[in-house]
């Protein structure tokens, strides 16, 4: 019988207290079908004190999940970075905390992720049909063009925060982004890396708790900035390593 591979499962989590609670258990017994050997992770980037202890609660209750703390938020790519540096299985697999995608269709990815296939890197889902306020669809279709074409990204959903990774992929790149562009960079450097990825369709849900960290003047200012360094970096001086 062949082995399952191990897997971690993280969220990276800023005050979505009414929400986190049902991925962490969602997350627990969907791993527990599919495989002996797994973790969940929450990492807390400087959340209040409410959410705080709401997700002591709910993690305390789930054996096999623990909280990683930032003191200060770091920032979305910071809580990536802490969430992929600390990921101790063979497979990483991560989405947000707001409950907009469903964490049981972790296994549409599974079926796609072969660790036979040394060349496969990553299993990345992308949105059936996108369930957002008709600004935040244009703005991320408009992104999302963008990107893919001054990074020559290989896949239809950028924002798609969705995605299965084998953890062995990262001794190839160092990521450094803080903002939200660590997707970027995360799909640029595995792509750069030689590794194929592929795409499963996913469902998407409207947003029922939390708030949107990216749709704001002064997040929208540094993020576009912070991508314009990334493309320099990656582009222009093809820099992968810190």
């Known amino acids: 019988m062949k082995k399952s591979p191990s897997i971690t499962v993280f969220y990276p989590f800023l005050n979505d207290w009414g929400t986190i609670g049902s991925l962490v258990v969602l997350a627990a017994d969907t791993l527990r079908r599919v495989t002996d050997d797994w973790e969940v992770i929450v990492v807390d980037d400087g959340s209040d004190e409410k959410s705080r202890e709401a997700l002591e609660a709910v993690v305390g209750e789930v054996k096999g999940a623990r909280i990683i703390r930032h003191a200060q938020n770091r920032g979305y790519g910071g809580a990536l970075r802490t969430g992929f540096t600390n990921a101790k299985k063979d497979l990483v697999f991560y989405t947000d905390g707001d409950a907009q995608y469903d964490v049981r269709e972790l296994t549409l990815l599974l079926k796609k992720m072969d660790m036979d296939n040394a060349h496969l890197g990553m299993v990345n889902g992308y949105k059936i049909k ?89 997040r929208l200012f540094r993020t576009f900035l912070a991508l314009f360094n990334l493309w320099w970096r990656l582009m222009v001086e093809n820099k992968y390593r810190g």
């Open 130 to 218: 996108r369930h957002d306020p008709l600004h935040r669809i244009i703005a991320g279709r408009v992104y999302h063009y963008i990107v893919k074409f001054f990074f020559r990204l290989p896949i239809r959903d950028t924002d798609c925060d969705f995605r299965l990774i084998k953890r062995h992929v990262f001794k190839d790149f160092t990521l450094q982004e803080s903002t939200g562009t660590i997707c970027i960079e995360l799909v640029k450097s595995i792509d750069h890396a030689g590794y194929t990825i592929i795409e499963v369709p996913v469902h998407h849900f409207w947003r029922f708790s939390g708030k949107s960290q990216f749709f704001n003047f002064n």
